[in-house]
């Protein structure tokens, strides 16, 4: 479903890394790293005025429709269902993007905060869930005791860093929760045994979002690599490094002979390949060089013997690279992490810096966020199960699951009706592809059992330490779980969120209540609306289970071949022409869809609307729809969904995503997907000639 458009990319880089995970050129890892002659001279002209407002770059003009330029349906379809509210809705100064979820998520801040002010002002009993949520949101609020309490918290933690003596000691601290790694770790599921957790590791350790902004080139990319530099300097002088110019110099070669390290995600390798699952033994001779022993002790690990290893070579580059770089480089750019990433909890010289480069330089927005928004964000993030538990006792009346789970039955028995009759799969397959469908679980609305916070620790007007303590929390977690059997009940998101989700190790769709709203949701609504909306969204996760990665996994979430040779062949022949079909959506000229990194989410759209179309179909029962307002239910099916993806995103941050985001622009997931649909060309009339028409051999049918 639509990525909450990196609204975590701005809160934390490592989490962007992985959204991000991009296409740069493959020259551009061979270029020698360190700072080009021109590079230093622009860094000398820009450090005097460090502090000023980072220069934008320029806009592009764009080759799509102007916002309120209604064209034919056979044209560009997007425009013509939404020329008018792309017209009328201007982007706010605080916002990256907006759209249908964008719209319930500020909907949603909104109830929140006015539920939390009413917790304070209840005063709940200390130790409770409402506590927390009240002292956190409260301590997120005080600006004036953040900024009295300075860097006093932040200190003991440099000092701990300045304090590593050798090699092995900084191994040990890459370990610990919050102190910057090469190497990500975290736990889930082996896609090899998915009733057993695994610990997962990844590349990591980048501040800027991914690799091409270290190794790509263009003046563009050297005024953006120079603005991270002087937010680098900004953070080093804050907290009293000396020399804090050629500290930031250092930082910066030393992340990128990490980003040349890192890999681009590469969706031609197999599941298997990818996701390399190895002993404790494998680890260490697949990535020698590196204290394996040490860096898994601090974060209690070391009884663990089942690795999951991401991002092909990356990991086993990196590990060769903490004993080859310089210790003090390495202690200086820990450092520099670990108040960047903390930076928005401590006083505003910090916070300023942080939102200038990560929001205004990298993704194009003009003002903060209003502090209530900041805050009720914070509780979201740390808290957010608990949030989501008090929400949707207000929120989510117990009557709409019910409806929901109709729909989702009409999928299911419409998807099944469908790989009962593919022409193109063999029998074998299509009893594998079958069993897939039936043991897929849904998570509709909230969870069963609540998430337990009774360990998390909030202190009263300490934003800075709780939010390490919630750091903590989490890790505990991930411990503890390594030692228990996989939960498949746990949820991936908090109750509220307007996004729905698909996890292939569990093949299971979760549809959390925030997006079970108006305009993708309303029991009172028309059934084709309906269907064009939520129901294009349950068909749009169940499809991931069959998409380019998620049918190399089976129904009990294992990564196994289950496909055919000849099946398999002509899969990937389909999907081929699919790719084919978004490498030409190009919003800039020479600026394009990557139609092989947006496969997954392509193959999403595509079979969801055409399963959610059938069974819509279904539910008449062989009636006709109704015409309402002139409009047949196809076509009002149809709109639904346009409308459900009309939005706005900054130009930064959209050609940021087109770099590397897995979804392709809102245009194109609707008219990319409509032109593939013969029952679309039948309800707009639209014929060769028309811009968007395909003859009937070009359209791709998967599912
Ligand atoms: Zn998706």
């Known amino acids: 479903m639509a990525a909450r458009l990196l609204h975590r990319f701005l809160q934390a880089a490592a989490a962007a890394a992985a959204l991000l995970a991009a296409c740069t050129s493959p020259q551009a890892s061979d270029h020698q790293p360190g700072l080009t002659p021109a590079e230093q001279h622009a860094l000398a002209q820009l450090l005097p005025q460090e502090s000023q407002l980072l220069s934008q770059p320029p806009k592009l003009k764009s080759r799509e429709p102007e916002d309120g330029e209604k064209t034919a349906p056979g044209e560009d379809f997007y425009s013509y269902v939404n020329s008018e509210w792309l017209a009328s809705y201007q982007m706010p100064p605080d916002k990256l993007s907006i759209g249908a979820a964008e719209e319930l998520t500020e909907r949603s801040d909104a109830d929140i905060r006015k539920m939390i002010e009413g917790i304070i002002a209840a005063n709940p009993a200390p130790g409770t869930l409402e506590r927390k949520i009240a002292d956190l ?112 110099l250092r930082i910066y070669n030393l992340e990128r002979k990490i980003a040349r390290a890192h890999t681009d995600e590469d969706r031609s390798i197999s599941a298997e390949e990818a996701l390399r699952t190895m002993s404790l033994a494998e680890l260490k001779a697949f990535a020698p060089g590196f204290r394996w022993d040490l860096f898994l002790s601090e974060g209690g690990f070391t009884k663990a013997d089942r690795f ?60 903060k966020p209003a502090r209530w928004q900041w805050a009720v964000g914070i509780v979201n993030n740390y808290l957010g199960e608990g949030v989501g538990e008090l929400y949707v006792r207000k929120n989510f009346p117990p009557g709409y699951k019910a409806d929901i789970d109709a729909i989702v039955a009409n999928i299911r028995s419409a998807f099944a009706a469908r790989l009962t009759s593919l022409d193109w799969m063999d029998d074998k397959t299509r009893v594998e592809a079958l069993d897939k469908l039936k043991t897929l679980k849904a998570q509709i609305g909230h969870p069963d059992a609540w998430r337990d916070y009774s360990g998390l620790k909030v202190e009263q007007g300490k934003l800075f330490e709780s939010v390490y303590g919630a750091f ?224 009937p051999n070009e359209r791709v049918r998967l599912w």
Not at 163 to 170: F, G, H, I, Q
Not at 180 to 206: F, K, R, T, Y
């Open 308 to 367: 999951v290893v991401t991002d092909q070579t990356a990991v086993a580059d990196l590990a060769k690279l903490v004993p080859a770089e310089s210790l003090d480089d390495w202690k200086l750019w820990m450092e520099f992490h670990f108040a960047n990433g903390f930076a928005e909890y401590l006083p505003k010289e910090f916070a300023n810096s942080y939102f200038e480069f990560f929001s205004r330089r990298l993704a194009g927005m003009e003002e």
């Open 137 to 248: 949101y409260a301590a997120a609020m005080d600006e004036a005791t953040i900024e009295a309490r300075g860097t006093a918290p932040l200190l003991p933690h440099i000092a701990r860093i300045k304090a590593v003596k050798t090699r092995d000691e900084l191994t040990r601290l890459m370990g610990v929760i919050g102190y910057n790694s090469p190497i990500g770790i975290s736990v889930a599921p082996s896609p090899a045994d998915p009733d057993a957790n695994a610990v997962w590791l990844s590349q990591a350790g980048l501040g800027m979002p991914h690799r091409g902004y270290y190794l790509s080139f263009g003046i563009e990319d050297e005024s953006l690599r120079l603005a991270y530099r002087s937010h680098v300097i900004n953070i080093l002088r804050l907290i009293g490094t000396p020399d804090p110019e050629g500290a930031a």
């Open 472 to 695: 903590e929390y989490i890790w505990d977690e991930q411990r503890a779980d390594m030692s228990n059997a996989v939960d498949r009940e746990r949820w991936p998101t908090p109750a509220h969120v307007v996004n729905a989700f698909y996890n292939p190790l569990s093949n299971t769709f979760t549809m959390p209540a925030g997006i079970l709203q108006a305009p993708y949701f309303d029991p009172d609504a028309d059934p084709a609306e309906n269907y064009g909306g939520i129901g294009a969204v349950i068909g749009h996760e169940i499809s991931h289970g069959f998409d380019d990665r998620g049918r190399q996994f089976d129904g009990s979430g294992r990564n196994r071949n289950w496909w055919s040779k000849q099946t398999d062949a002509r899969f990937v022949s389909k999907s081929d022409a699919l790719i084919d079909q978004y490498d030409a959506y190009c919003p800039w000229t020479g600026i394009c869809v990557n139609g092989l990194g947006t496969l997954g989410e392509n193959i999403g759209d595509l079979a969801g609307l055409e399963i959610a179309y059938a069974a819509w179909k279904m539910s008449l029962n062989g009636k006709v729809a109704p015409v309402i307002d002139g409009q047949t239910g196809d076509q009002r099916f149809f709109l639904a969904y346009a409308r459900s993806y009309r939005g706005k995103v900054r130009e930064e941050l959209a050609r940021a995503m087109l770099d590397g985001d897995s979804h392709a622009p809102n245009r194109y997931r609707v008219n990319g997907v409509v032109r593939n649909m013969d029952a679309w060309y039948a309800a707009f009339n639209i014929q060769p000639g028309d811009k968007l028409y395909l003859p």
